[in-house]
């Protein structure tokens, strides 16, 4: 079945980069463009990126510009989401999440990475 | 960008109740391309309606989603005990940001 695994939890001091594996199974990973949503503790989801893994094109969130990379490797079928110079504002659960064929709204999620950003 | 406001914030009821969610846009949704989504504690959010009025697989049918422009709504019709989590409304219209409503909680 389809499937999205992501990478284990992360541990990170400000200042610092992490990159975060979404490993996708059960379709074809090209067909399929692919989010970054996150939600820091306690709040709501906000979305953070996307990326063509056909082409790898790729769109992020205004407030993230020059700190996040979305890269894919088609070999694997994996995306992944880079974030650099981390700030405690950072501590999150991320989320990569598969846009419906059908649609375009989030069919099918990651089960989550928590990143703890802290001194 | 599309800001979303759900409400109410919070909703309490029994099961076998109706609920009702809000979602507000401040501007027209383009293609009526609205979502919904409802969150576990612990868990990933999960795609219950897309383009406004279908329900994604394996949804039953005692939800149903309506609206246009820029007033969308969630019904649930019967409350069942396992509806219970935190409702998210989301537009995914011609390109991004694509952006979430903040939220709102059933409790049963």
Known sequence: QVQLLQSGPEMKRPGASVKISCKTSGYPFSNHYMHWV??????????MA??????????????????ITVTRDTSTSTVYMELS?????????????RRSLRSG????????????VSP | EIVLTQSPGTLS???????????????TVPGSFLAWYQQRPGQAPRLVIYDTFTR???????????????DFALTI???????????????????PPYTFGQGTRLEI
Do not use: K
């Not at chain 2, 994604?56 to 422009?69: H, K, M, Q, V």
């Open chain 2, 13 to 27: 009821l029994s099961p076998g109740e109706r609920a009702t969610l809000s979602c507000r846009a401040s501007q």
């Open chain 1, 38 to 47: 996150r939600q820091a503790p306690g709040q709501g989801l906000a979305w």
């Open chain 1, 85 to 97: 110079n981390l700030r405690d504002e950072d501590t999150a659960v991320y989320f990569c999440a």
């Open chain 2, 56 to 70: 994604a697989t394996g949804i039953p049918d005692r939800f149903s989603g309506s609206g246009s422009g820029t």
């Open chain 1, 105 to 116: 709204a989030f069919d099918v999620w990651g089960q989550g990475t928590m990143v703890i």
């Open chain 2, 77 to 95: 019709s019967g409350l069942e005990p396992e509806d219970f989590g935190v409702y998210y409304c989301q537009q995914y219209g011609d390109s």
């Open chain 1, 50 to 67: 996307i990326i063509n893994p056909s082409g790898g094109f790729t769109s992020y969130a205004q407030n993230l510009q020059g700190r």
